[in-house]
């Protein structure tokens, strides 16, 4: 049961903020959201959220602890127009030259515009009786008891016109203001030390633009993955939303930025090594102009490394941890996250910073392995290239050769690259022998299946 006395407040209404708000409902008799942002009544990207106009796909593993932490969530958005879809058996996989088999899998996908699902997640969220946003209002900074150590409220300023700021007391803030979060400055203005921060530069240039979707585009599929990889390391993604909708995105790294202008995207396009998506822009109807997005690096902030940190203040979401969005983790980790916060105030708020932060590193740990060890591909990207980033990446390779005709093996590298299964998974015995026995034979013909290119 929530404490009635007590009261949370959540900085952000985005992924982050919502499903941190969903955990401490739980506990907290008030749970108050601080949102900058006008929050749209439709599903309509917003100013403080600018990645909502691009492609947001969400993982197997999110969308299950959705349904955990809102019951009947799958339903009403299926309901309100978006595609369930098998992850395995409908979406096309290439990467290191294949495309991974497709095949019946239990991996459910949605297909659905990420304004549509934060919105949706609001809604659910907001209809909890003890929690209650306020939007159009900044926070400033939080409010700290330093003879306590204990952050104690927050000030906040109306986004309305009135000039005044205010102050709002709690007994628990959460820092889910994004990655530009302020935490580390805060934290430094009074007296503690900051996070060491992790960062991996990869200078990604988006673009994207959606399409009227026809029910011949990409034989059917809900959608194609053409993932970066040697040697022009450009990718592209193409995603089918609500309402007959394809949301696709192109990019590339380090400097090599897909193009804003219509010929230069679908050139772009064309360049990829498969033309899964060329064959779909090249005549399809553009139904909005084309947004570009960068994206400089991962950025991860050890908070669980500090020995001091104050009370009643926490921090989550990408605030934490942002990872590089091709490989469609942060609102997955959201999700995670929100779960292990609930678990850390069922055994009550003592040291709850302290716990909270070491299962939310545990969690981290393999979306950032997964994300920074792949880049690390990239010769040009710099980082540490241990011995076992080197082996996993020369398997994964591997692997997708022999994932080309073996369901099994695309099935479970789906299950981890979905966070369903922890990546020893793939190591196991019985698969390693199956990557083993399909590279030893000549690349064979394999049948094509309908919306594989050859
Ligand atoms: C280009 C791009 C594509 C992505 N694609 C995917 C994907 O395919 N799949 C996936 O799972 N994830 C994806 N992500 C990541 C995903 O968008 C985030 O992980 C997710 O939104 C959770 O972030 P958050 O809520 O912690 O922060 P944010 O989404 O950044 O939200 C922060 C919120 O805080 C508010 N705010 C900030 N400061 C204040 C303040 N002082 N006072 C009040 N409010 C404030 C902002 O207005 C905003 O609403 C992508 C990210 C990018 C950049």
């Known amino acids: 049961m929530p404490d009635p006395d007590k009261c949370a407040i959540v900085i952000g209404a985005s992924m982050g903020g919502l499903l941190a708000a969903r955990a401490l409902a739980d506990y907290y008799g008030q749970v108050i959201i601080v949102e900058r942002d006008a929050l749209p009544e439709g599903y309509e990207p917003r100013k403080g959220v600018p990645q909502g106009r691009h492609t947001h796909g969400l993982l197997a593993r999110g969308r299950e602890v959705l349904e955990d932490l809102l019951p009947g969530f799958t339903e009403e958005m299926v309901a309100q127009g978006a595609t369930p879809g098998d992850i395995a058996d409908k979406v096309l996989w290439f990467n290191h030259g294949f495309y991974l088999c497709n095949a019946p ?81 805060w934290l430094d203005a009074w007296g503690y ?20 979707r026809l029910p011949e585009h990409l034989h059917g599929m809900m959608g194609a993955i053409i993932a970066a990889c040697p040697p022009d390391w450009r990718f592209g993604a193409i995603l089918s939303q609500e309402d007959d909708r394809w949301i696709v995105t192109l990019g590339g790294y380090l400097g090599d930025h897909a193009p804003t202008d219509d010929t230069g995207f679908v050139d772009f396009a064309r360049s990829l090594p498969k033309p899964d998506i060329f064959d779909v822009i090249r005549h399809a109807e553009p139904i909005c102009p084309l947004m570009p997005y960068h994206f400089s690096a991962n950025l991860r902030r050890h908070y669980e490394e500090m020995s001091r940190f104050p009370a009643g203040f926490l921090v989550f979401g990408d605030a934490l941890c942002s990872f590089n969005p091709v490989y469609g983790q942060g609102m997955t980790v959201a999700c995670v996250e929100a779960l292990a916060l609930r678990d850390c ?14 299962a939310a590193s545990q969690l981290i740990d393999i979306p950032w392995q997964i994300a920074v060890g792949s880049d690390l591909q990239h010769a040009r990207v710099e980082g540490m290239r241990t011995t076992q980033v080197r082996f996993i990446n020369w398997y994964i390779a591997k692997l997708y050769r022999a994932a080309q005709d073996d369901a099994v093996l695309a099935t479970r590298f789906l299950e981890v690259a979905n966070l369903m299964r922890q990546p020893t998974a793939l190591l196991d015995p019985r698969m390693a022998f199956r990557v083993w026995k399909r590279n030893r034979a000549p690349a064979r013909a394999v049948t094509i299946p309908l919306g594989r290119t050859t």
């Open 345 to 358: 105030l069922a055994a009550g708020t003592q040291e709850i910073a302290k716990r909270f932060f070491r």
């Open 105 to 185: 899998s239990k991996l459910l996908g949605l297909a659905i515009s990420r304004p549509m699902l934060e919105g949706s997640v609001r809604r659910a969220v907001l209809q909890l009786q003890n929690v209650r946003l306020l939007e159009r209002c900044a926070v400033l900074e939080p409010m700290i008891d330093r003879a306590r150590g204990r952050v104690t409220g927050v000030r906040v300023q109306s986004q309305s016109g009135s000039d005044g700021t205010q102050t709002m007391n709690s007994d628990l803030v959460v820092d889910a203001s994004g990655r530009g979060s302020f935490s580390p400055a």
């Open 193 to 212: 030390p900051k996070p060491r921060e992790e960062l991996i530069k990869i200078d990604l240039g988006y673009a994207t633009r959606q399409y009227r």
